[in-house]
């Protein structure tokens, strides 16, 4: 392995013109950390403005990969493991030949998908697990609504549906089709501001899109109701003072990227992946994964499976 690598690297907060490849130290793995080869990476629209205070920066906090070597004192580690992770924000990223990263957060890949919809899989997987299951309390039986069917929007449809809820969401005309084939009982369309009118009240409100669909979230909880948001802070609701409203960062899990590997193997949740870019078409990735046109995750590819 060469000392050093090719990355994405991030000079400039939010700008995505500002992205270049770079000859830059391979990572050494730490203590309990593993190294691995990074062969498909995904991206998330407004993750540039996540690095503040630690740029230059290598973005993308997910991948699928092959264990290339073990750091001191890892307890369960093999090199040629092929296994998928949501790696930490406050490091440097996925979109590299390779990242270091604990061991605690790898979890074995999916043996049913390839490693491109593996790597669309732990942020937006991991972010509707814990939003519906963690925050939301999401039960059995409940009505959950979930405003956008994107990133983690196709993954909130799938396992809330999986967890016998019943499921509305909203979405732009043109993602109506994949919103019912996910999953929804109901699709409302995310250009009207009609959703309270259209649907009875509902148990949870899953927010993925933030704007005017989070603002007006409390007109369609039922009493004692739950809104639970991803993308940004809910605003207060004045007259709703018996809603619990949120907002939480997803944290890697390893044992929730098991359960959602075996479920996955099942066949349930399965990734949608919009595109898949080469690494050195990083900037045209961006373009795309900040479009309101993309539906679900885009990929780069890194490296040879
Ligand atoms: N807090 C955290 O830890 C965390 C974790 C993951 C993601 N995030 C953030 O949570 C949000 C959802 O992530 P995601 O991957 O699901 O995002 P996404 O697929 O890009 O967008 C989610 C929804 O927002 C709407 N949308 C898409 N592009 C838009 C644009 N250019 N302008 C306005 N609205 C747009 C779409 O609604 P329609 O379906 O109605 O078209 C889409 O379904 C993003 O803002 C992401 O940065 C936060």
């Known amino acids: 392995m060469s000392d050093t690598m090719r990355a994405v690297r991030l000079h400039v907060l939010g700008d995505a013109d500002a992205l270049g490849i770079e000859h830059v130290q391979t990572p050494e793995p730490g203590r309990g950390e593993l190294l691995v080869r990074v062969v498909a990476a995904a991206i998330t629209r407004e993750e540039l403005e996540w690095p503040e205070g630690r740029l230059p920066a290598i973005p993308s906090y997910e991948f699928s990969g092959v264990v290339v070597a073990l750091g001191p004192e890892t307890a369960g580690g093999t090199v040629g493991a092929e296994v998928y992770a949501l790696s930490s924000f406050e490091r440097d990223g996925a979109a590299a030949e390779y990242i270091a990263l604990p061991e605690a957060f790898a979890a074995p890949k999916p043996r049913a998908l390839s490693h491109v919809e593996t790597a669309a899989l732990p942020l937006a997987a991991l972010s509707a697990w814990q939003g519906l299951f963690e925050h939301g309390s999401l039960r059995e039986g409940e009505r959950v609504l979930i405003h956008g069917v994107g990133g983690v929007g196709a993954f909130a449809v799938q396992l809330a549906r999986a967890r016998g809820a019943y499921v509305i969401a909203t979405t732009s005309v043109d993602k109506a089709g994949?919103?019912?084939?996910?999953?929804?009982?109901?699709?409302?369309?995310?250009?009207?501001?009609?959703?309270?009118?259209?649907?009875?009240?509902?148990?949870?409100v899953f927010d993925t899109a933030g704007g005017a669909r989070l603002a007006r979230a409390s007109e369609v909880v039922k009493t004692g109701g739950r809104v639970v948001s991803v993308a940004t802070?809910?605003?207060?609701?004045?007259?709703?003072?018996?809603?619990?409203?949120?907002?939480?960062?997803?944290?890697?899990?390893?044992?929730?990227?098991?359960?959602?590997?075996?479920?996955?193997?099942?066949?349930?949740?399965?990734?949608?992946?919009?595109?898949?870019?080469?690494?050195?078409?990083?900037?045209?990735a961006f373009e795309r994964v900040s479009s309101r046109a993309h539906r679900g995750k885009v990929v780069l590819r890194v490296g040879g499976d």
């Open 233 to 284: 802070e809910p605003p207060p609701y004045p007259n709703r003072p018996d809603v619990d409203s949120r907002f939480f960062l997803v944290g890697p899990s390893r044992e929730q990227l098991v359960e959602i590997a075996n479920l996955a193997d099942e066949g349930t949740p399965r990734p949608v992946v919009d595109e898949v870019f080469p690494l050195a078409e990083v900037r045209r």
């Open 178 to 204: 994949i919103a019912r084939e996910l999953g929804a009982e109901e699709v409302v369309d995310s250009a009207s501001d009609a959703v309270g009118d259209q649907t009875e009240p509902v148990d949870l």
